[in-house]
């Protein structure tokens, strides 16, 4: 048994609360899915699944393997039953660049969509891209963060709408940079409703 399973054996999640885990174990980020970790004094995070969505583990560890690529996502260290260890990123999401006024800009875009095209020439399809799951790494590098829907066959477009949205209105030299978390919230649920649906220019 090694450091992480013995680690696992400490941390307990029911739904999605955490109810116990080791004090030196810092909560840093949660999703629909699993909870992440920060191990300490090492440059690497813990993502364990909650008890309905354990069985993504393996298929994310898979997905990991098969990028193989740290210039456009987390490195990739280890896998097992219901987590897995990836590297520590420091920097903001782009949905934490909106909330503080952090400029989105046209290069950091790009780098997204060399992230998906990448692995689209792996045969996967890229799934679930949207704000909180793209990180602008403190030395400028941009990150594709969660990998997990990368194998599903149906064709997510919240990546492409976001690009619709960046370039008829965020672009705009007269279109605000920064927003509250309410207003930015607002829009994600209305747009999840279906009561905001974007479309390319012809």
């Not at 999640?13 to 116990?20: A, D, K, N, P």
């Not at 309905?52 to 990991?64: K, P, T």
């Not at 998906?116 to 793209?134: E, F």
């Amino acid at each position: 048994m090694n450091d992480i399973e013995r680690t696992m054996i400490n941390i307990r999640i029911e739904g999605t609360s955490v109810l116990q885990k080791p004090d030196d174990l810092t909560i840093i980020g949660r999703g629909r899915s699993a909870v992440v970790f920060k191990i300490p004094d090492e440059q690497k995070v813990l993502k364990v699944f909650y008890p309905d969505f354990v069985h993504l583990a393996r298929l994310e560890a898979s997905i990991y393997q098969e990028l193989n690529n740290n210039d456009y996502y987390p490195s990739f260290y280890e896998g097992g039953e219901g987590y897995v260890v990836l590297e520590y990123l420091e920097g903001l999401t782009f949905y934490e660049c909106l909330i503080q006024g952090i400029v989105i800009t046209e290069e950091m875009i790009t780098k997204v969509d060399y992230a998906l095209n990448y692995a689209r020439k792996k045969g996967l399809n890229p799934s679930d891209t949207h704000l909180q799951n793209v990180m602008l790494l403190s030395n400028g590098e941009v990150r594709v963060i969660d990998v997990v829907r990368f194998r599903q066959s149906k064709v997510c477009t919240h990546w492409e709408d976001l690009k619709v949205a960046y370039d008829r209105l965020y672009s705009s030299r007269f279109f605000p940079k920064k927003y509250p978390v309410w207003f930015v919230e607002m829009i994600i649920r209305l747009y999840r409703k279906g009561f905001i649906r974007l479309k390319k220019r012809k």
